[in-house]
């Protein structure tokens, strides 16, 4: 069975500080890596995606993440923290083999950026 | 860009009622989603449909029925209302990453 673990409910920075969001994830096979933001009252949006290839990924609004196979690790960096980066971000996990429905999301980190 | 449409964005229901949540997409996905969200436990997948009048059960699906009589229009119903379905659900579809509608909050009292 696959998994994703986001060790942390809350993280906090400051704003103007680099910021860095962890998720760990376990799948039988190669996996494909997804990360999600979630803002107050609203559905889910796609920041970025790992399928294969360079292991530091650029996504939207400034975000990237780095893929660490040997320890398991897609964790969410920002360089430069905004204000307007708080809300809750969701990482997902599935098998490069197994079918679409099997994407597995973990249960999330709220970030607050302090002004 | 990929738009999921869900019909609600707040719905307030009594226990026992018979629920409809509706959810269209855009752009001719055959994968569509239906996922509920509460605090500390993420998303958890309710039903899946990966064809017109095509179904799976997901990790969660007792008390609700799913149909999917069109390609665009996925919908999730509660047949007995519960207030153990208060919650915000999540229509997706997926397509390599998954779209997401806004989200319906559910409360049922």
């Known amino acids: 069975a696959q998994s994703v673990a986001q060790p942390e409910d809350q993280v906090n920075v400051a704003e103007g500080n680099p910021l860095t969001v962890k998720c760990t994830y376990s799948v039988s096979g190669n996996p494909y890596l997804f990360w999600y933001v979630q803002y107050p009252n609203r559905g889910l949006q796609f920041l970025l995606k790992y399928i294969t290839g360079d292991n530091l990924v650029k996504g939207s609004y400034g975000f990237e993440a780095e893929f660490n196979k040997s320890q398991t690790s897609f964790h969410l960096k920002k360089p430069s923290a905004l204000v307007s980066d708080s809300a809750l971000y969701f990482c997902?996990?599935?098998?490069?083999?197994?079918?679409?429905?099997?994407?597995?999301f973990g249960s999330g980190t709220q970030l607050t950026v302090l002004p | 860009d990929v738009k999921v449409t869900q019909s609600s964005r707040y719905l307030v229901k009594r226990t026992g009622e018979k629920v409809f949540l509706e959810c269209v997409q855009d752009?001719?996905?055959?994968?569509m989603f239906w996922y509920r969200q509460d605090p500390g436990l993420g998303l958890r997948l309710i039903y899946f449909s990966y064809d017109v009048k095509m179904k799976e059960k997901g990790d969660i699906p007792e008390g609700y029925s799913v149909s999917r009589e069109k390609k665009e229009r996925f919908s999730l119903i509660l047949e007995s209302a519960s207030t153990n379905q208060t919650s915000m659900y999540l229509c997706a579809t997926n397509r390599g990453e998954a779209f997401f509608g806004q989200g319906t909050r559910l409360t049922v009292v």
């Open positions: 752009m001719d996905h055959e994968n």
């Open positions: 997902a996990v599935r098998d490069h083999r197994g079918s679409a429905r099997q994407l597995t």
